[in-house]
T-cell receptor, first 115, second 113 residues
């Protein structure tokens, strides 16, 4: 089945550090990738939609300068949390969308802890 | 943002029992998806539904896409301990929001051996 690889699985870093998370679709081309944030015992909240070759579309309330998204190829999207602070600590998950009549497939998530 | 109304929020059952959970929405969706998430991992697709009225099975799992396109249910038969986890429904609209998913709040399933 479709596989989405997300890296790294977890990150612990100091406040002020920028952190890059990669999302790769391993066996299919994804014209669209999505980035979600999930707090403990809560559902997934969409942060942004990433389309290959164009600027990402951010959901209301998500700071585009804080969460930089790049979708340079049909198999890779990256999320960079810039100047991360403790309140940015969360579980970040990406998904890749193949197209019509195809489901989204999710990566295994990245646990980000900012000290 | 909008969320689907998923119920129940949690279930505690004995191994071997059947489970039923459902999602409702005020909006129409073109696709309904059911995912299972284990702690510390991403959601894993269980069943995808693309047509109103569609009934689809995947092993012990059965899901239906409601006729009104505003609801869906998931049934798990003869539950086993490894069914433990959080189950999410997700609706996918058409039009300009194509591909974007709206998630339910999740159903936490606990199975006692």
């Amino acid at each position: 089945g479709a596989v989405v690889s997300q890296h790294p699985s977890w990150v612990i870093c100091k406040s002020g550090t920028s952190v890059k998370i990669e999302c790769r679709s391993l066996d299919f081309q994804a014209t669209t990738m999505f980035w979600y944030r999930q707090f403990p015992k809560q559902s997934l909240m969409l942060m942004a939609t990433s389309n290959e070759g164009s600027k990402a579309t951010y959901e209301q309330g998500v700071e585009k300068d804080k969460f930089l998204i790049n979708h340079a190829s049909l198999t890779l999207s990256t999320l960079t949390v810039t100047s991360a602070h403790p309140e940015d600590s969360s579980f970040y998950i990406c998904s890749a969308f193949q197209g019509p009549k195809q489901p989204q497939h999710f990566g295994d998530g990245t646990r980000l802890s900012i000290l | 943002g909008q969320q689907l109304n998923q119920s129940p929020q949690s279930m505690f059952i004995q191994e071997g029992e059947d489970v039923s959970m459902n999602c409702t929405s005020s909006s129409i969706f073109n696709t309904w998806l059911w995912y299972k998430q284990d702690p510390g991992e991403g959601p894993v697709l269980l069943i995808a539904l693309y047509k109103a009225g569609e009934l689809t099975s995947n092993g012990r799992l059965t899901a239906q896409f409601g006729i009104t396109r505003k609801d869906s249910f998931l049934n798990i038969s003869a539950s086993i301990p490894s069914d433990v986890g959080i189950y999410f429904c997700a609706g996918q609209p058409g039009g300009t929001s194509y591909g974007k998913l709206t998630f339910g709040q999740g159903t936490i399933l606990t199975v006692h051996p």
